[in-house]
C-alpha cells in the first residue's frame, strides 16, 4: 500500500489550487515524455534504450504511483507544510519506488516535481521568473545543511566537477526556462507536430544540459556524444526531415556504448508540465536574466 494512504484523510485540496493543478500536469508531463518515442538511450514505445533495469510497462506503473506523492505535497502546501515535510515526503516516495519497482524509476521527478511544486505555491504566480526565484530559494533551503553524498549523481559530480541538479535547481532550472520551454514554443510557431516539438525540446536539452548520468557512464565522451547528436536532431527537424531513421540508429549506437541521459529526460518532463500547466498565448517568452546559465543534471 502507498505510504501516502494517509493523506487521503485530510480535506480535498481545491482543484483551483496551483500546487493540485501543476501535480495533474506533472503526471501528464512525465507521460508525454514516456511515449516520445524513439529517444536515444531511453526508454520508451519502442525499447529500454540503455536500461537493462528499466521497461516501458515499468515505468508507467511509476507514473502511476506517483499520483499519490504529488497529491500528498500538494495538500501539505495547503496546510502549511514546510520544506522539511516536503523534504520527508520524497524520501518516502523514493523508499516505495525502491520498495515495490525494484529500482531507480523516477527519482529525478520526485525531487524535480516536489521543488517545481513549493516553488509554484511559494511564488504564488506563474510568472516564470518568480517562479525560478523561488526554485532557486527552495533549493537554497534544502541544500543550506547538507548535500546529497551517497548518491550515484554526487559520485558523478565530486569525479567530473559537474554542478549536477543541486546547481541547476539553485540556479533555478534555467534548463527549463531558458532552454526547453522556448523550444516547446518555438516549434508550435513553427507548426510542428506534437512529436517533433517535444523532439526539438530534446536535441536543444542535449546541446546544453551537463548531464551527470551520461557523464558517469561514458565521461565527457557520452556528453560530447550528445551535444553532437543534438545538434543533428535540430538541424533534422527545423528542415522538416523525419529524424527516426537517424534516432533509431543513435538508439542502437547508445545502447552498444551504454549511454543514456536521464537528467535531460527529467528536464523534457517538467518543461512539458510547465506548458501544460500554464497554456497562454504561444508568442515568445522573455529569457531569464543571461547570468543564469544551465547548469549539471542529475
Given amino acids: ?33 514516456l511515449d516520445l518515442t524513439p529517444k536515444p538511450g531511453l ?13 516501458y510497462p515499468l515505468m508507467r506503473r511509476s507514473i502511476t504511483q506517483l499520483a499519490d506523492y504529488f497529491t500528498a505535497c500538494a495538500r501539505a502546501l495547503h496546510t502549511g507544510g514546510t520544506i522539511e515535510t516536503l523534504r520527508d515526503l520524497g524520501i518516502q516516495a523514493e523508499r516505495y519506488m525502491f520498495a515495490t519497482l525494484g529500482t531507480n524509476t523516477h527519482r529525478g521527478a520526485i525531487f524535480l516535481g516536489g ?8 511564488a504564488q504566480s506563474t510568472d516564470e521568473q518568480a517562479v525560478s526565484d523561488a526554485i532557486a530559494a527552495v533549493a537554497e533551503q534544502l541544500f543550506s545543511h547538507r548535500l546529497p553524498r551517497r548518491t550515484k ?20 532550472l534555467p534548463s527549463v526556462f531558458s532552454v526547453a ?10 507548426g510542428l507536430t506534437q512529436r517533433d516539438s517535444h523532439l526539438l525540446a530534446l536535441a536543444r536539452l542535449m546541446q546544453t544540459v551537463e548531464d551527470t548520468t551520461a557523464l558517469r557512464r561514458c565521461g565527457p565522451a557520452g556528453l560530447a556524444q550528445l551535444k553532437r547528436d543534438g ?26 556504448q551504454r549511454l543514456t541521459m536521464g537528467g ?18 504561444m508568442a515568445p517568452e522573455p529569457r531569464l536574466r543571461p547570468s543564469v546559465q544551465p547548469a549539471a543534471l542529475l
Fill in 181 to 190: 520551454v522556448p523550444a516547446l514554443r518555438q516549434a508550435q510557431q513553427l
Fill in 231 to 256: 545538434t543533428i536532431l535540430e538541424t533534422l527537424l527545423l528542415n522538416q526531415v523525419d529524424p527516426v531513421l537517424f534516432l533509431v540508429a543513435a538508439n542502437q549506437h547508445y545502447q552498444t
Fill in 43 to 55: 526508454v520508451d514505445r519502442r525499447d529500454s534504450g540503455s536500461h537493462q533495469d528499466l521497461n
Fill in 115 to 122: 521543488v517545481m511544486m513549493a516553488a509554484v505555491h511559494h
Fill in 264 to 281: 535531460v529526460a527529467d528536464l523534457l518532463a517538467i518543461s512539458t508540465s510547465w506548458l501544460l500547466f500554464t497554456p497562454r498565448d
Fill in 1 to 33: 500500500m502507498s505510504p501516502f494512504y494517509s493523506t487521503r484523510l485530510i480535506p480535498q485540496v481545491t482543484p483551483q489550487s496551483a500546487p493540485w493543478r501543476l501535480s495533474e500536469a506533472l503526471l501528464k508531463g512525465l507521460l508525454l515524455e
Fill in 153 to 172: 549523481g554526487a559520485q558523478a559530480r565530486q569525479r567530473y566537477h559537474a554542478g549536477g541538479i543541486i546547481q541547476e535547481t539553485l540556479a533555478g
